[in-house]
């Protein structure tokens, strides 16, 4: 499908395939737990989790090479960041819960 859209010597690799995923999956996670730290009117501790992905992408990217690794890999881990730091601030996320009392 690439090298029908782009053309005959457009070509991918799996690893590249697999990285694009992988940062597709990443910041599709931040994104959520970005939303419930909005439901919770933190937005504070939002942007603190975009800019630790942010920040972290960057140091990926002046750090690695060649060119199309640099980016992958500054996605995936750049939106892991992201979604680790986003994850921390979750207080339902770790909250021991009492046991139900029947």
């Known amino acids: 499908v690439l090298r029908l859209v782009f ?6 690799s799996r690893q ?3 990285l694009l995923a992988a ?3 990443s910041l599709m996670a931040g994104q959520a737990l970005g939303q419930g730290l909005i439901a919770r009117s933190n ?8 800019l630790a992905g942010v ?11 060649p060119l199309l690794l640099r980016v992958e890999l500054g996605l995936v881990v ?5 979604a680790a730091v986003l994850a921390a601030l979750q207080p339902s996320l770790w909250r021991r819960q009492a046991p ?3």
């Open 7 to 12: 053309g005959p010597n457009f070509l991918l």
């Open 16 to 18: 590249d395939l697999a």
């Open 23 to 25: 940062s597709c999956t």
């Open 43 to 50: 937005y504070r501790g939002v942007v603190g989790g975009w």
């Open 55 to 65: 920040a972290v992408f960057f140091a990926v990217v002046f750090a690695v090479q």
């Open 78 to 82: 750049g939106g892991l960041a992201a």
């Open 100 to 102: 139900a009392v029947v």
